[in-house]
């Protein structure tokens, strides 16, 4: 896995960096090329965020991204609930969406269940185990449609605090796109639009 650290307002260490870079390379044992990894390190300079140290780390695999973020009070602890998170993530891209993709051609054979209940000394028995427990597809489970009025972002957010949405989405009218700002952790507001 090639990883590119950068840090915002923290000393990065060498051993932060190899710390960071020991947990991700447990990703990269469900994929046989090489992982490219951005991760960001940073604390908030703000003393009333209580769960001020964040990691924040980036893979693009296929041309999906995969991304997670975690925030505590101590940066070690970050990084292990974002390797975590982005384990599993990469876990659930390859078991949900890759091996569909390149099986299809292939005839389908049933695959063998392992009871995860039972003693197992392979720990890659107990994780496939897993992993074909999580197969099952997301759906749709409600769908909405309403008009977009073209505004300015400084707008959208006022309509979405009106509104107590976590999100709102808008024509931007400086744009011409559709475009969506929500709720940032820090009490910011963040801005998403499309580029071309």
């Known amino acids: 896995m090639h990883v590119t650290v950068t840090g915002r307002n923290i000393d990065l260490t060498p051993a932060l960096k190899d710390y960071l870079v020991d947990k991700l390379q447990r990703a990269q044992k469900h994929f046989d090329s090489d992982l490219d990894c951005k991760a960001l390190l940073s604390v908030a300079k703000n003393p009333s965020i209580a769960r001020s140290q964040t990691a924040e780390v980036t893979i693009s695999v296929n041309g999906q991204v995969i991304r997670g973020e975690e ?9 292990d609930l974002v390797a975590d998170k982005i384990e599993r993530q990469l876990r659930k891209y390859k078991t949900r969406y890759f091996h569909k993709t ?3 051609d292939k005839k389908h054979k049933p695959k063998e269940r392992v009871d995860v209940g039972a003693e197992v000394d392979d720990d890659d028995a107990v994780e496939e185990a897993v992993m074909l427990e999580d197969t099952e597809t997301p759906s749709i489970v409600r769908s909405k449609k309403f008009a977009l009025k073209p505004m300015s972002p400084e707008e959208a957010c006022k309509h979405m605090d009106l509104l107590g949405h976590d999100f709102f989405m808008f024509v931007n009218a400086e744009s011409n796109h559709v475009s969506t700002v929500y709720h940032r ?9 499309p580029e071309y």
């Open 71 to 79: 925030s505590t009070e101590n940066m070690y602890a970050s990084i």
């Open 185 to 193: 952790r820090d009490g910011n507001y963040g801005l998403i639009e």
């Open 102 to 104: 390149h099986n299809k």
